[in-house]
């Protein structure tokens, strides 16, 4: 009895044992799944919110008093906590968007009348107000940041005078005619600032005033005081007459343009770089249907190159100034349209530092547009109606404030990856500073404002260049050696070759990287014609080797059949010795000598007229990049270095599953085919590499899978400059190459960074495709071989 | 002819192309290796110091002191007149030579403009601590500005010197580095202690004056070592040699300082046993000293070590899952949906680049795992972040996923060629299957899964892409392992050799000083990795010989 309950106990341990065991098992098995699907998900969770639209949501409303109408400016700060409103007079309010009411109201032209108002662009800006009295005064808030506790901070807003409080006139009194004589009249003229802008940087200023048929350009710069830290700013004034009546004017933050914009369309640029300035283009803003449209607003986006006009059709464009040529002057060309809306245009808002906008529709329809992209983010309705709508947009686009009949709204904007859409990453983009459409991929710059460049297609080219480069140098040596390794070698010989390749496979990158790009390149540069006569020579020299075989009474024949190899390497080695060594003085003598005397004679020059430039060719390599001869670009670490370095990084792969998938073809069928009189070259091509050709393929998807991913090699060999040019001698950036270098500085969470997981996960896909593609394959096919 | 005929028809040239192709293969691997090896064995033998003088084409004399370097023929561009008052430009192959002056500065020389080369016995190659090699002739010692007498133990004396000189920068590298470190350590952990109670609003003020009890004790410690910092530093300024180098002015006077001289020898006096000595003591250095001048000169410890632990730590990830994984697809699992799903999530584990796993590894282990363990266990620490920053523990989880199918499927392999016999013996006395997997099939295949983590070891001692990401950097200033609670930092970064090879062969100023550093570097990596690759291949081959024979 009691030997019989031990006996129980000792059963239910061992199956708890039993159990346990096969749990741990199952989770481990699972594990692998887990992983797997663990990248995918998060890879995917990262790469997500780059497909995603933005969207808003409504934070808090309040009524403005009565007595604060009136706002023609709005503006918000950084902390999203002060939105400061400038009335028509020259009032700012800093209305709370807390509290819901206005903490602070200042009057900085209480004692003059304002006649115009304008701001600078970008973040913290500059209110210029124009006055009555033909004279300007700037005035700019400035807020500071109070911390109550480490969470909650106050933000005290204060305004400050740039030039002082008192105005700076541009249009002085005229003097009477009669100075001192009583009852003379004084002639009055109109002095009144009819328009206003203003734009600045931190060293410049330069304020156009609008006054009669005149513009008053006052440009004014930065100088520090001498014996303390006191800046003061001085300048001139030079006065322009116009024919034009400008609606909008329009400077750009280095003060270099002036552009003055009619309703109509018309548009008149200056040069106010120069000590002079003066007139260098005018135009129409409006293609040859445009005299029934008219422009309803002007502004200038961020980073301030491009200028966006909108109509009362509701048509939006987008200039800037491109050449035609590399040597013609620039002008103002329309680099892009965006049609989104069906209303006329009531105004455009900019964004402070990215080239997004907010426009204001006459039926009071809000639509978030991106330029760089030419994607429309968001669309929504702030306002009943378009015309009386005030918005502004926090600097870093996280918040907006709108304003209408004296409503203020205020609402929290999720906005954060407006620069991606189809046409940015795969087609040509037109961006600010270029002449033409281009696919770039320039993902910083030290500027703030700078236009981020996020085209994946040099990446991408960049990839399949560098693979197919790679795998045109591996796939046929990696074949022939699994199909002669697999079918004819010695089984000793066999032994040690396959250990071989694998510790080929075993190379680190990093090792075949650093003397591709640090010694392979430079060798190549001098050898170039000598790698290409090198496989060449190779073939020949085998080829004669095996001619052997046909020699009568041959006493030398003494290597039996499946060691070749012991033969051919020391002539291997002897025929790439060679090559180099002859391709040298070859090299010389050929393109100083016949060959350049027939490119001379190609080119229709005459030996006697050689100009000193044609004698600059020396070699192969003076040849390829020389304007007589191939005339394309070379660079040292090009295609050539990466075929050959990837390729041997890939060969060990292709090699093993081809010469597993050669090995296993059944004996039978290859008995069979010798036994009808085939020779064994005939049996392999025409019986063994066809049945096994799945394998092969699979060994095949494998290797491109490989080169696709591979990075350090890419990285140290291939010059990493991500351009479209499929020039073999040219090098590339690759996706996997872009991401080592651009991930360590990448923001976390910006664009940038999803991009690189991006990247991360598009390999991820591709080589997941080309590797389950290749198991299916090679499961396949070990089913074949199994039932024959 | 006919023979001819049969020698196309039957393919036999496309037969030799094909064993034209895996010997080229050979020749490849023979070539990379014996190539790094040839350039990286010879790079700690003392070269002899030649004194070469030259005349160059405009008539200046002149005479240096170098190291050959390199002899190379290259192509030269010569300007000729063609007799009617054009010049014409022809390109000539001449030999050259490739001159290190110091170590910083090769002169590359005609060979047709050296009037004369000759080796002088007492040429002194000077190794400095900044501004590598000097080469040049040994004049006087000076000690406390007094010149020494005694010319006839001058060599002797320098050395001596020398010797005196690497005592105390042991010692100071001791003081700096060992103890004000452990000091510092320890005022990092005070002080964030005391965050730690503020943040949980547990602070007393016996808190705080035992810290500051406990901070002072160290600052006086600390005063104490950086007076005696200071002595030994005034101590090493002690003694400097008068030598006289060559250059284009002729002959120059120069004074160096004992203490920046990190061995002085003259190889053109040394005996092949002198020169084995010098042999062994710059390897020596290299592997176990610390790097100079930004990683181009010195040793490579701190690289060798951080490989060898990321790598031990990444075992310690990857076996269990590795080998757990295997037994469920060898001996678990019905062979069916589910393992064919496994198997291929196995090859892709297998075929992902290796920058994705980086990527990931940055995204969801640095920045989502990382900073959820900084919130709860560090938040004292915070806003500096503890492991939500790359560093050893994310590498070896990192590698430990890409290596995972490597060790999976040789595991596999092994168990796959256990004889069911045995299996089935074990199951007819009655164990469970839990039972056969411990006493049976585990002890028989340890052999294999130890040759799957040697695999294992030698993929990740390689690879360098993901570690970008995850937590390599140029200088660590800290091993992560030392002397001070808990020992063992995960959470700091380390220097690894494969992109110490990366870092110094294509970022470093010079790279074409560097280059034979980072041959030794690439070396010593590729002979680790080779040497772990036979291992495993002979185990592999000794197990497949042992279950033939248990088959049979």
Same mark, same amino acid.
Not at chain 1, 424 to 432: G, H, P, S
Not at chain 2, 271 to 292: A, C, I, M
Not at chain 2, 511 to 532: D, G, K, N, S
């Given at each position: 009895?009691?030997?019989?309950?031990?006996?129980?106990?000792?059963?239910?341990?061992?199956?708890?044992?039993?159990?346990?065991?096969?749990?741990?098992?199952?989770?481990?098995?699972?594990?692998?799944?887990?992983?797997?699907?663990?990248?995918?998900?998060?890879?995917?969770?990262?790469?997500?919110?780059?497909?995603?639209?933005?969207?808003?949501?409504?934070?808090?409303?309040?009524?403005?008093?009565?007595?604060?109408?009136?706002?023609?400016?709005?503006?918000?700060?950084?902390?999203?906590?002060?939105?400061?409103?400038?009335?028509?007079?020259?009032?700012?309010?800093?209305?709370?968007?807390?509290?819901?009411?206005?903490?602070?109201? %200042?009057?900085?032209?209480?004692?003059?009348?304002?006649?115009?108002?304008?701001?600078?662009?970008?973040?913290?800006?500059?209110?210029?107000?124009?006055?009555?009295?033909?004279?300007?005064?700037?005035?700019?808030?400035?807020?500071?940041?109070?911390?109550?506790?480490?969470?909650?901070?106050?933000?005290?807003?204060?305004?400050?005078?740039?030039?002082?409080?008192?105005?700076?006139?541009?249009?002085?009194?005229?003097?009477?005619?009669?100075?001192?004589?009583?009852?003379?009249?004084?002639?009055?003229?109109?002095?009144?600032?009819?328009?206003?802008?203003?734009?600045?940087?931190?060293?410049?200023?330069?304020?156009?005033?609008?006054?009669?048929?005149?513009?008053?350009?006052?440009?004014?710069?930065?100088?520090?005081?001498?014996?303390?830290?006191?800046?003061?700013?001085?300048?001139?004034?030079?006065?322009?007459?116009? %024919?034009?009546?400008?609606?909008?004017?329009?400077?750009?933050?280095?003060?270099?343009?002036?552009?003055?914009?009619?309703?109509?369309?018309?548009?008149?640029?200056?040069?106010?770089?120069?000590?002079?300035?003066?007139?260098?283009?005018?135009?129409?803003?409006?293609?040859?249907?445009?005299?029934?449209?008219?422009?309803?607003?002007?502004?200038?986006?961020?980073?301030?190159?491009?200028?966006?006009?909108?109509?009362?059709?509701?048509?939006?464009?987008?200039?800037?100034?491109?050449?035609?040529?590399?040597?013609?002057?620039?002008?103002?060309?329309?680099?892009?349209?965006?049609?989104?809306?069906?209303?006329?245009?009531?105004?455009?808002?900019? %964004?402070?530092?990215?080239?997004?906008?907010?426009?204001?529709?006459?039926?009071?329809?809000?639509?978030?547009?991106?330029?760089?992209?030419?994607?429309?983010?968001?669309?929504?309705?702030?306002?009943?109606?378009?015309?009386?709508?005030?918005?502004?947009?926090?600097?870093?686009?996280?918040?907006?404030?709108?304003?209408?009949?004296?409503?203020?709204?205020?609402?929290?904007?999720?906005?954060?990856?407006?620069?991606?859409?189809?046409?940015?990453?795969?087609?040509?983009?037109?961006?600010?500073?270029?002449?033409?459409?281009?696919?770039?991929?320039?993902?910083?710059?030290?500027?703030?404002?700078?236009?981020?460049?996020?085209?994946?297609?040099?990446?991408?080219?960049?990839?399949?260049?560098?693979?197919?480069?790679?795998?045109?140098?591996?796939?046929?040596?990696?074949?022939?050696?699994?199909?002669?390794?697999?079918?004819?070698?010695?089984?000793?010989?066999?032994?040690?070759?396959?250990?071989?390749?694998?510790?080929?496979?075993?190379?680190?990158?990093?090792?075949?990287?650093?003397?591709?790009?640090?010694?392979?390149?430079?060798?190549?540069?001098?050898?170039?014609?000598?790698?290409?006569?090198?496989?060449?020579?190779?073939?020949?020299?085998?080829?004669?080797?095996?001619?052997?075989?046909?020699?009568?009474?041959?006493?030398?024949?003494?290597?039996?059949?499946?060691?070749?190899?012991?033969?051919?390497?020391?002539?291997?080695?002897?025929?790439?010795?060679?090559?180099?060594?002859?391709?040298?003085?070859?090299?010389?003598?050929?393109?100083?000598?016949?060959?350049?005397?027939?490119?001379?004679?190609?080119?229709?020059?005459?030996?006697?007229?050689?100009?000193?430039?044609?004698?600059?060719?020396?070699?192969?390599?003076?040849?390829?990049?020389?304007?007589?001869?191939?005339?394309?670009?070379?660079?040292?670490?090009?295609?050539?270095?990466?075929?050959?370095?990837?390729?041997?990084?890939?060969?060990?792969?292709?090699?093993?599953?081809?010469?597993?998938?050669?090995?296993?073809?059944?004996?039978?069928?290859?008995?069979?085919?010798?036994?009808?009189?085939?020779?064994?070259?005939?049996?392999?091509?025409?019986?063994?590499?066809?049945?096994?050709?799945?394998?092969?393929?699979?060994?095949?998807?494998?290797?491109?899978?490989?080169?696709?991913?591979?990075?350090?090699?890419?990285?140290?060999?291939?010059?990493?400059?991500?351009?479209?040019?499929?020039?073999?001698?040219?090098?590339?950036?690759?996706?996997?190459?872009?991401?080592?270098?651009?991930?360590?500085?990448?923001?976390?969470?910006?664009?940038?960074?999803?991009?690189?997981?991006?990247?991360?996960?598009?390999?991820?896909?591709?080589?997941?495709?080309?590797?389950?593609?290749? %198991?299916?394959?090679?499961?396949?096919?070990?089913?074949?071989?199994?039932?024959? | 002819?006919?023979?001819?005929?049969?020698?196309?028809?039957?393919?036999?040239?496309?037969?030799?192309?094909?064993?034209?192709?895996?010997?080229?293969?050979?020749?490849?691997?023979?070539?990379?290796?014996?190539?790094?090896?040839?350039?990286?064995?010879?790079?700690?033998?003392?070269?002899?110091?030649?004194?070469?003088?030259?005349?160059?084409?405009?008539?200046?004399?002149?005479?240096?002191?170098?190291?050959?370097?390199?002899?190379?023929?290259?192509?030269?561009?010569?300007?000729?007149?063609?007799?009617?008052?054009?010049?014409?430009?022809?390109?000539?192959?001449?030999?050259?030579?490739?001159? $290190?002056?110091?170590?910083?500065?090769?002169?590359?020389?005609?060979?047709?403009?050296?009037?004369?080369?000759?080796?002088?016995?007492?040429?002194?190659?000077?190794?400095?601590?900044?501004?590598?090699?000097?080469?040049?002739?040994?004049?006087?010692?000076?000690?406390?500005?007094?010149?020494?007498?005694?010319?006839?133990?001058?060599?002797?004396?320098?050395?001596?010197?020398?010797?005196?000189?690497?005592?105390?920068?042991?010692?100071?590298?001791?003081?700096?580095?060992?103890?004000?470190?452990?000091?510092?350590?320890?005022?990092?952990?005070?002080?964030?202690?005391?965050?730690?109670?503020?943040?949980?609003?547990?602070?007393?003020?016996?808190?705080?004056?035992?810290?500051?009890?406990?901070?002072?004790?160290?600052?006086?410690?600390?005063?104490?070592?950086?007076?005696?910092?200071?002595?030994?530093?005034?101590?090493?300024?002690?003694?400097?040699?008068?030598?006289?180098?060559?250059?284009?002015?002729?002959?120059?006077?120069?004074?160096?300082?004992?203490?920046?001289?990190?061995?002085?020898?003259?190889?053109?006096?040394?005996?092949?046993?002198?020169?084995?000595?010098?042999?062994?003591?710059?390897?020596?250095?290299?592997?176990?000293?610390?790097?100079?001048?930004?990683?181009?000169?010195?040793?490579?410890?701190?690289?060798?070590?951080?490989?060898?632990?990321?790598?031990?730590?990444?075992?310690?990830?990857?076996?269990?899952?590795?080998?757990?994984?295997?037994?469920?697809?060898?001996?678990?699992? $019905?062979?069916?949906?589910?393992?064919?799903?496994?198997?291929?999530?196995?090859?892709?584990?297998?075929?992902?680049?290796?920058?994705?796993?980086?990527?990931?590894?940055?995204?969801?282990?640095?920045?989502?795992?990382?900073?959820?363990?900084?919130?709860?266990?560090?938040?004292?620490?915070?806003?500096?972040?503890?492991?939500?920053?790359?560093?050893?523990?994310?590498?070896?989880?990192?590698?430990?996923?890409?290596?995972?199918?490597?060790?999976?499927?040789?595991?596999?392999?092994?168990?796959?060629?256990?004889?069911?016999?045995?299996?089935?013996?074990?199951?007819?006395?009655?164990?469970?299957?839990?039972?056969?997997?411990?006493?049976?099939?585990?002890?028989?295949?340890?052999?294999?899964?130890?040759?799957?983590?040697?695999?294992?070891?030698?993929?990740?001692?390689?690879?360098?892409?993901?570690?970008?990401?995850?937590?390599?950097?140029?200088?660590?200033?800290?091993?992560?392992?030392?002397?001070?609670?808990?020992?063992?930092?995960?959470?700091?970064?380390?220097?690894?050799?494969?992109?110490?090879?990366?870092?110094?062969?294509?970022?470093?100023?010079?790279?074409?000083?560097?280059?034979?550093?980072?041959?030794?570097?690439?070396?010593?990596?590729?002979?680790?990795?080779?040497?772990?690759?036979?291992?495993?291949?002979?185990?592999?081959?000794?197990?497949?010989?042992?279950?033939?024979?248990?088959?049979?």
């Amino acid at each position: 009895m009691k030997h019989q309950q031990n006996l129980e106990k000792a059963l239910t341990g061992r199956n708890i044992r039993d159990l346990l065991t096969r749990v741990i098992v199952y989770l481990g098995g699972g594990f692998v799944l887990i992983v797997l699907a663990l990248m995918f998900v998060y890879l995917g969770y990262e790469v997500y919110p780059l497909f995603t639209s933005a969207s808003s949501e409504s934070v808090s409303q309040a009524e403005l008093p009565h007595d604060k109408s009136a706002i023609v400016h709005m503006q918000l700060e950084e902390q999203n906590q002060i939105t400061t409103l400038i009335s028509k007079y020259g009032d700012m309010f800093f209305f709370s968007n807390d509290d819901g009411k206005v903490v602070r109201s %200042e009057s900085p032209a209480e004692k003059y009348k304002v006649s115009a108002i304008a701001r600078t662009t970008g973040d913290s800006p500059i209110y210029a107000m124009g006055l009555e009295s033909g004279s300007f005064i700037l005035v700019k808030p400035v807020f500071s940041t109070k911390y109550i506790d480490a969470d909650t901070k106050e933000v005290i807003p204060a305004i400050e005078y740039p030039l002082g409080a008192d105005p700076r006139t541009v249009k002085p009194a005229p003097l009477s005619v009669a100075d001192g004589v009583e009852g003379d009249a004084v002639i009055e003229i109109d002095r009144r600032v009819k328009k206003i802008a203003v734009n600045r940087t931190e060293e410049k200023i330069t304020v156009i005033s609008h006054i009669g048929n005149e513009i008053v350009i006052s440009r004014l710069e930065r100088e520090e005081g001498f014996l303390d830290d006191s800046t003061e700013w001085s300048g001139s004034d030079v006065t322009l007459s116009l %024919e034009a009546k400008p609606d909008y004017i329009i400077v750009d933050q280095q003060q270099l343009n002036l552009i003055l914009i009619e309703k109509s369309g018309l548009f008149f640029r200056y040069n106010i770089g120069t000590d002079v300035p003066h007139e260098v283009e005018r135009g129409s803003l409006l293609g040859e249907g445009g005299a029934q449209e008219k422009i309803t607003a002007a502004v200038m986006l961020a980073g301030s190159n491009s200028i966006v006009v909108g109509t009362d059709k509701g048509s939006i464009s987008q200039w800037f100034l491109t050449r035609k040529s590399t040597n013609a002057n620039p002008n103002l060309t329309k680099t892009r349209e965006f049609g989104a809306i069906n209303s006329g245009v009531a105004a455009i808002f900019p %964004e402070n530092s990215r080239r997004g906008m907010a426009v204001v529709a006459n039926n009071g329809k809000v639509s978030f547009i991106y330029a760089t992209s030419n994607r429309v983010v968001l669309q929504k309705n702030y306002f009943t109606k378009g015309a009386d709508g005030i918005l502004a947009i926090s600097p870093r686009v996280n918040a907006i404030t709108t304003l209408e009949n004296g409503k203020i709204s205020f609402y929290h904007i999720d906005n954060e990856h407006p620069e991606i859409s189809y046409s940015a990453l795969w087609q040509k983009v037109w961006y600010e500073g270029y002449d033409a459409p281009e696919y770039i991929w320039q993902s910083s710059s030290a500027s703030n404002d700078f236009e981020a460049k996020f085209s994946f297609a040099p990446l991408v080219f960049g990839t399949i260049k560098a693979a197919f480069y790679a795998m045109l140098f591996a796939v046929p040596i990696a074949v022939l050696a699994g199909a002669y390794t697999a079918y004819f070698m010695t089984p000793g010989l066999r032994k040690v070759v396959k250990p071989t390749v694998e510790i080929m496979a075993a190379l680190p990158t990093v090792i075949l990287g650093f003397l591709a790009g640090l010694l392979l390149a430079p060798f190549i540069e001098n050898n170039l014609l000598g790698i290409f006569l090198l496989p060449l020579m190779m073939i020949l020299f085998t080829v004669l080797v095996s001619l052997w075989k046909i020699v009568p009474n041959n006493k030398l024949n003494i290597i039996p059949e499946g060691a070749e190899i012991v033969i051919l390497i020391p002539i291997l080695m002897v025929t790439i010795a060679l090559t180099f060594y002859l391709s040298h003085h070859l090299d010389v003598w050929l393109f100083e000598g016949p060959l350049r005397n027939l490119f001379i004679s190609n080119a229709g020059l005459e030996h006697e007229t050689l100009t000193g430039e044609m004698l600059n060719i020396h070699s192969m390599r003076d040849w390829v990049s020389h304007a007589y001869g191939l005339n394309i670009d070379f660079n040292m670490r090009n295609s050539i270095i990466i075929g050959i370095a990837m390729g041997i990084a890939v060969i060990p792969n292709i090699f093993s599953i081809t010469e597993d998938a050669i090995f296993s073809v059944p004996k039978s069928l290859t008995s069979g085919s010798l036994a009808l009189g085939a020779t064994p070259w005939q049996t392999m091509v025409k019986v063994v590499i066809l049945t096994a050709s799945p394998g092969i393929f699979s060994a095949i998807m494998i290797g491109l899978g490989r080169a696709i991913g591979e990075t350090m090699i890419v990285l140290m060999a291939a010059g990493n400059t991500p351009i479209m040019d499929f020039n073999i001698f040219e090098g590339m950036r690759t996706l996997a190459a872009n991401i080592a270098v651009e991930m360590p500085e990448a923001e976390r969470g910006s664009t940038h960074f999803r991009l690189l997981f991006l990247s991360g996960f598009t390999l991820f896909i591709l080589t997941f495709i080309f590797n389950t593609l290749s %198991e299916v394959i090679s499961h396949r096919l070990r089913k074949k071989y199994s039932s024959m | 002819m006919n023979k001819f005929k049969k020698w196309y028809s039957e393919g036999t040239p496309w037969l030799w192309i094909s064993a034209s192709s895996i010997a080229l293969c050979l020749v490849i691997v023979i070539g990379i290796v014996g190539y790094i090896s040839i350039q990286a064995i010879p790079h700690f033998w003392p070269a002899p110091i030649e004194t070469i003088q030259i005349t160059s084409k405009n008539g200046v004399t002149a005479e240096y002191y170098g190291e050959l370097y390199a002899e190379e023929t290259v192509r030269k561009k010569v300007e000729e007149n063609n007799g009617n008052g054009k010049s014409k430009y022809k390109t000539v192959i001449v030999d050259s030579s490739n001159y $290190k002056i110091s170590n910083n500065d090769f002169i590359w020389i005609d060979n047709s403009i050296i009037d004369k080369r000759q080796i002088e016995k007492d040429s002194v190659v000077f190794e400095r601590r900044e501004k590598g090699n000097l080469y040049a002739k040994l004049l006087k010692i000076k000690e406390n500005d007094v010149v020494l007498e005694d010319s006839r133990q001058t060599w002797e004396e320098l050395q001596a010197r020398i010797e005196r000189v690497a005592e105390l920068h042991e010692q100071i590298s001791e003081i700096q580095k060992d103890k004000i470190g452990a000091i510092n350590y320890q005022q990092e952990k005070i002080r964030l202690h005391i965050r730690y109670l503020e943040l949980k609003n547990k602070i007393t003020d016996a808190d705080s004056k035992q810290a500051q009890a406990d901070n002072q004790k160290l600052q006086d410690e600390y005063n104490i070592l950086s007076q005696e910092l200071n002595n030994l530093r005034k101590e090493l300024q002690r003694d400097s040699v008068t030598v006289v180098t060559k250059g284009i002015g002729g002959e120059t006077e120069q004074v160096v300082p004992v203490e920046n001289i990190v061995r002085a020898y003259r190889p053109n006096n040394l005996s092949v046993l002198g020169k084995t000595g010098v042999y062994f003591d710059r390897l020596g250095e290299y592997l176990f000293d610390e790097p100079r001048e930004a990683n181009t000169e010195g040793g490579v410890f701190p690289a060798i070590f951080g490989t060898v632990m990321m790598v031990l730590l990444m075992t310690v990830f990857v076996t269990p899952f590795g080998i757990l994984a295997a037994i469920y697809l060898r001996e678990y699992a $019905k062979q069916g949906y589910l393992t064919r799903l496994i198997r291929i999530a196995v090859v892709n584990l297998a075929g992902v680049p290796s920058i994705v796993y980086g990527v990931f590894g940055l995204g969801f282990f640095v920045y989502v795992l990382g900073e959820h363990i900084d919130e709860l266990f560090f938040p004292e620490a915070l806003p500096t972040p503890t492991f939500g920053t790359p560093g050893i523990l994310w590498s070896a989880i990192t590698l430990a996923l890409l290596t995972l199918p490597v060790v999976i499927v040789t595991t596999e392999e092994g168990l796959s060629r256990i004889p069911r016999a045995l299996r089935e013996g074990s199951l007819a006395l009655g164990a469970t299957k839990s039972e056969t997997l411990w006493k049976v099939i585990l002890p028989i295949s340890t052999p294999s899964m130890i040759t799957g983590l040697i695999l294992a070891i030698a993929r990740a001692a390689g690879e360098v892409a993901p570690l970008m990401l995850v937590g390599v950097v140029k200088m660590a200033p800290t091993l992560p392992l030392d002397g001070n609670f808990p020992y063992l930092h995960m959470e700091r970064k380390f220097m690894h050799l494969g992109f110490h090879i990366y870092d110094v062969g294509f970022q470093s100023p010079n790279v074409e000083a560097a280059r034979p550093l980072v041959f030794a570097t690439a070396f010593l990596l590729i002979v680790v990795i080779i040497l772990l690759n036979i291992v495993a291949i002979i185990l592999r081959n000794r197990l497949r010989e042992k279950y033939k024979s248990i088959t049979g």
